[in-house]
């Protein structure tokens, strides 16, 4: 023991650091270890950290993907009520490919001195309302127009969803559950959207067919829900099905999804309630007449066959979707194979602009309420969103950057370090629903605010009056820009609006009125 306590403190380092030479000697597992013992671990170690060091010191402020330091920032400083301007000119480069240009008026709009928006300058409803063209039996105008994308809880935990939707609540957003169906933390009272996706979670039998009568009582059961939304496919993993692995189901998961414990659970890449349009149409239909619901569809762009062929069947028997959600190939909230995720489907402006060409042309452009997303959630990429003829924008990394993600980008390992994506209790005890809540409100608000305020410098009222013509892109040849409408073909259909004093006065207005 004498012994022991004589030696200097220096063969304590000296010792660990040989035995780890011998064994990264006699490992054959890693080359790089093996070659060179002890220093060769660094190399793994800087790999590991190398997302951070370049996202918070080697990247500049416009570089990174998906989100770079500039856009991450002013998410951060919106959500936080801190000053989220910038000084001394901008810092991009106006002569990038496909930067846009929003063209403001010589004569901004001066609200008259009632305006709804002097008093509130972020209260901005959907122009159309959703399911009054098929009359439905319970119409939506959505009381904001961005709100929360489809993000399931289990791919976001329970207090990040939480979060979201307490944050709705109070701004009058409305929430889309994702395909992972409705759980506990989206019934704090805002608005809610189902997604119903190819494995039907929550509403399915044993076996896993559709069943409408499990939609029917969720729909009784819970009527802040609004809409329904009919997953075809999404940005990140177009025709691709997913796995839920029998090792992260909980009690909790299995309940709301409707699944067994101890089982792996598939999702097909295809319905089996349906393989055809018509069949889609007439399923559609049926869960609106049972739920007296608007339903809606979603999907990433690919070959436009069938997008013509639904748009024809539309036309021939004035039946179909309430709503068309465009997810462009550059959205992806979850994890998703490599090649799916960068090179199957079309980015948000290729893909709504294709779509929205083949109903305008068969004049059902102004009968269905057309929702963007991927990467929209800053008021320059909306705004260009609604010139092309959106009318709702659809937020879901930005939402979650608002409660405090950090683009870890380990979505897919349950290890995020802000508890956001992680199903890791001890992750999730940083997240205080009554903090994050509030500063995802600071977001939303800020973003209709200064969308509001793009709108009133380009001589509109909302933005839904923005149209082609009002936003250039750059091109690249020669520092030239064309309008939207040359770049891509095409006019936007004109939006009907009265004024905003209107949309606020419709019996079917969403959001939490009784509070505004």
């Given at each position: 023991m004498?012994?022991?306590?004589s030696?200097?403190?220096?063969?304590?380092?000296?010792?660990p650091?040989?035995?780890?030479?011998?064994?990264?000697?006699?490992q054959?597992?890693?080359?790089?270890?093996?070659?060179?013992?002890?220093?060769?671990h660094?190399?793994?170690?800087?790999?590991?950290?190398?997302?951070?060091l370049r996202?918070?010191?080697?990247?500049?402020?416009?570089?990174?993907?998906?989100?770079?330091?500039?856009?991450?920032a002013?998410?951060y400083a919106?959500s936080?009520?801190?000053?989220?301007?910038?000084?001394f000119?901008s810092?991009?480069?106006?002569n990038?490919?496909?930067?846009?240009?929003i063209?403001h008026?010589?004569?901004?709009?001066?609200l008259?001195?009632?305006?709804?928006?002097?008093?509130?300058?972020?209260?901005?409803?959907?122009?159309k309302?959703?399911g009054?063209?098929?009359?439905?039996?319970?119409?939506?105008k959505p009381?904001s127009?961005?709100n929360?994308?489809?993000?399931?809880?289990?791919?976001l935990?329970?207090k990040a969803?939480e979060?979201?939707?307490?944050?709705?609540?109070?701004?009058?957003?409305y929430?889309?559950?994702?395909?992972?169906?409705?759980?506990?933390?989206h019934?704090?009272g805002?608005?809610?959207?189902?997604?119903?996706?190819?494995a039907y979670?929550?509403v399915?039998?044993?076996?896993g067919?559709?069943?409408?009568?499990k939609?029917?009582?969720?729909t009784q059961d819970?009527?802040?829900?609004?809409?329904?939304?009919?997953?075809?496919?999404?940005?990140?993993?177009?025709?691709?099905?997913?796995?839920?692995?029998?090792?992260?189901i909980?009690?909790?998961?299995?309940?709301i999804r409707?699944?067994?414990?101890?089982k792996?659970?598939?999702?097909?890449a295809?319905?089996?309630?349906?393989?055809?349009?018509?069949?889609?149409?007439?399923?559609?239909?049926?869960?609106?007449?049972?739920t007296?619901?608007p339903?809606?569809?979603?999907?990433?762009?690919?070959?436009?066959e069938?997008w013509?062929?639904?748009?024809q069947?539309?036309?021939?028997?004035?039946?179909?979707?309430?709503?068309?959600?465009i997810?462009?190939?550059?959205?992806?909230?979850?994890?998703?194979?490599?090649?799916?995720?960068d090179?199957?489907?079309?980015?948000?402006?290729?893909?709504f602009?294709?779509?929205?060409?083949?109903?305008?042309?068969?004049?059902?452009a102004?009968?269905i309420v057309f929702?963007?997303s991927?990467?929209l959630?800053?008021?320059?990429?909306?705004?260009?969103?609604?010139?092309?003829?959106?009318?709702?924008?659809?937020?879901?990394?930005?939402?979650?950057?608002?409660?405090?993600c950090i683009?870890?980008q380990?979505?897919?390992?349950?290890?995020?370090?802000?508890?956001?994506a992680?199903s890791?209790?001890w992750?999730?005890?940083?997240?205080?629903?009554?903090l994050?809540?509030?500063?995802?409100?600071?977001?939303?608000?800020?973003l209709?605010?200064?969308?509001?305020?793009i709108?009133?410098?380009?001589?509109?009222?909302?933005?839904a009056?923005m149209?082609?013509?009002?936003?250039?892109?750059?091109?690249?040849d020669?520092?030239?820009?064309?309008?939207l409408?040359?770049?891509f073909?095409?006019?936007?259909?004109?939006?009907?609006?009265?004024?905003?004093?209107?949309l606020?006065?419709?019996?079917?207005?969403?959001?939490?009125?009784a509070s505004?």
């Amino acid at each position: 023991m004498e012994f022991i306590q004589s030696l200097h403190w220096s063969v304590w380092i000296v010792i660990p650091i040989v035995g780890l030479a011998i064994r990264d000697i006699l490992q054959k597992k890693h080359t790089i270890q093996h070659n060179f013992p002890v220093i060769g671990h660094i190399r793994y170690m800087l790999e590991t950290i190398g997302p951070e060091l370049r996202q918070y010191i080697v990247a500049n402020n416009r570089e990174e993907l998906p989100f770079n330091r500039g856009e991450r920032a002013w998410v951060y400083a919106s959500s936080k009520k801190e000053n989220n301007l910038q000084g001394f000119g901008s810092d991009q480069d106006f002569n990038a490919v496909g930067y846009i240009f929003i063209k403001h008026a010589m004569l901004g709009l001066k609200l008259p001195a009632s305006h709804p928006n002097l008093k509130d300058p972020s209260v901005v409803p959907c122009a159309k309302t959703i399911g009054e063209y098929h009359n439905r039996k319970k119409p939506y105008k959505p009381y904001s127009i961005v709100n929360i994308s489809g993000m399931s809880y289990g791919s976001l935990s329970a207090k990040a969803i939480e979060s979201l939707n307490q944050g709705a609540l109070k701004f009058g957003c409305y929430h889309n559950t994702g395909e992972g169906s409705l759980s506990p933390y989206h019934k704090f009272g805002a608005d809610v959207v189902v997604n119903i996706g190819t494995a039907y979670f929550g509403v399915r039998d044993d076996e896993g067919n559709f069943s409408m009568e499990k939609l029917i009582k969720m729909t009784q059961d819970n009527p802040f829900i609004r809409a329904l939304e009919l997953k075809l496919s999404q940005g990140a993993k177009p025709g691709k099905g997913g796995v839920l692995p029998a090792s992260k189901i909980t009690k909790e998961i299995a309940e709301i999804r409707h699944i067994p414990m101890g089982k792996d659970v598939i999702s097909p890449a295809y319905h089996s309630a349906f393989s055809t349009i018509p069949e889609m149409v007439e399923f559609i239909e049926q869960m609106a007449h049972n739920t007296g619901l608007p339903v809606g569809i979603k999907s990433a762009v690919g070959k436009l066959e069938m997008w013509e062929e639904l748009a024809q069947y539309m036309v021939k028997t004035g039946k179909g979707p309430d709503f068309i959600t465009i997810d462009g190939g550059e959205g992806g909230t979850g994890a998703a194979p490599h090649a799916f995720a960068d090179h199957v489907s079309l980015p948000f402006t290729f893909a709504f602009s294709k779509v929205y060409k083949i109903f305008q042309r068969y004049g059902l452009a102004d009968k269905i309420v057309f929702i963007g997303s991927g990467k929209l959630g800053f008021p320059e990429k909306a705004m260009m969103a609604f010139a092309m003829g959106c009318d709702l924008v659809n937020v879901g990394r930005e939402a979650m950057m608002s409660i405090g993600c950090i683009q870890a980008q380990v979505c897919h390992t349950n290890r995020c370090p802000t508890g956001i994506a992680t199903s890791n209790k001890w992750l999730q005890g940083g997240i205080d629903p009554t903090l994050k809540s509030e500063r995802f409100y600071n977001y939303l608000k800020t973003l209709n605010k200064e969308m509001l305020e793009i709108a009133h410098a380009c001589g509109y009222e909302h933005p839904a009056q923005m149209n082609m013509k009002d936003v250039d892109m750059a091109m690249g040849d020669n520092n030239k820009t064309q309008s939207l409408a040359t770049a891509f073909g095409y006019d936007k259909t004109p939006v009907p609006f009265k004024g905003v004093s209107d949309l606020l006065a419709s019996p079917f207005l969403g959001g939490n009125k009784a509070s505004k």
